[in-house]
């Protein structure tokens, strides 16, 4: 029997309907690429943002435009690592719909691990398959030269998404690592709160995935949502806040799980329906 779990109430009715397709912040980042590497960056936080907010009056992602922004957010993170990892003068890009050519950037400070790792989530929500490929080549020296800084939990959390993909032999200890890097006074920047209700359940939930534990998955999974709602309604500032309508890292988790066949006995609008049941993959060149 499935379980539900409500989505909590947005506190705002400022949405985006469906056109037009992209938030003037995405199409104004987009046009200052060649002059202001950044805008790659604000691109892709403009997008998913947008993404977030449509998950309000399209909450199975049934409109293409909400799959629109989901795929520009990704093809925005995929760039920004493109343009710091290469070594020519620049590279081509596929950002909705046309080919655009950033400059290299080399180490910037928001080509960060975090950065990377809201990549690959968004990679695999949108099943693309070769964006996971580059992005498991970027070299982590590059990420460690942002200059940014994280709990300790951060770097194998990464290389355990990294040796999942690449099926490494280190997978196993990459994700007790960063498990241990998940005790709540082993996570000062995150802070207990965030540490226990957002960071922690993307990681059991993994561990479930990886172990083939379909039914704790599914335990796992109502609790990750619970916890991620109790998070976000904490006050009316996060409750207002779009980032808390779809919790991507858990999300991409459940992604990898439908690839996988495992049952989802779990139902909630901050879960979209046709992202899980991967309805617009392969429907365009992403």
């Known amino acids: 029997m499935a379980v ?5 109430e947005f506190l705002r009715d400022d949405l985006p309907g469906r056109d037009p397709v992209l938030s003037e912040g995405v199409v104004w980042a987009l046009e200052d690429l060649r002059e202001a590497p950044e805008a790659i960056a604000d691109a892709m936080s403009d997008a998913l943002l947008l993404a977030q907010e449509r998950s309000v009056p399209d909450p199975a992602a049934a409109w293409l435009e909400t799959w629109e922004a989901w795929v520009v957010a990704m093809q925005c993170g995929s760039a920004m690592f493109a343009a710091a990892a290469t070594t020519d003068d620049s590279v081509a890009c596929l950002i909705h719909h046309e080919m655009r050519t950033l400059l290299a950037s080399g180490p910037r400070s928001w080509a960060h691990a975090g950065t990377w790792i809201n990549v690959f989530y968004l990679a695999v929500i949108c099943g693309d398959k070769a964006r996971l490929d580059a992005l498991c080549e970027i070299p982590p020296s590059l990420l460690e030269a942002s ?5 300790p939990y951060l770097r194998p959390w990464m290389e355990t998404l990294r040796s999942y993909w690449l099926t490494r032999p280190d997978l196993g200890d990459q994700l007790l690592q960063a498990a241990e890097g998940l005790a709540p006074e082993a996570a000062p920047i995150a802070g207990p ?3 226990t209700k957002i960071l922690w359940p993307g990681v ?13 998955f599914s335990r796992s999974l109502a609790n990750a949502l619970t916890l991620h709602k109790q998070y976000w309604t904490a006050d009316e500032d996060r409750a207002r806040d779009a980032r808390g309508l779809v919790p991507i890292g858990p999300l991409a988790m459940v992604c990898l799980a439908q690839d996988a066949g495992f049952p989802i006995d779990v139902e909630s609008e901050y879960l979209p329906k046709h992202l899980v049941k991967r309805t617009w993959v392969g429907e365009s060149t992403t």
């Open 193 to 195: 709160e965030m540490t």
């Open 204 to 216: 059991d939930l993994f561990h479930r995935f990886a172990t083939a534990d379909h039914d704790q």
């Open 4 to 8: 539900s779990v409500p989505r909590h």
């Open 147 to 151: 200059g940014a800084e994280f709990d």
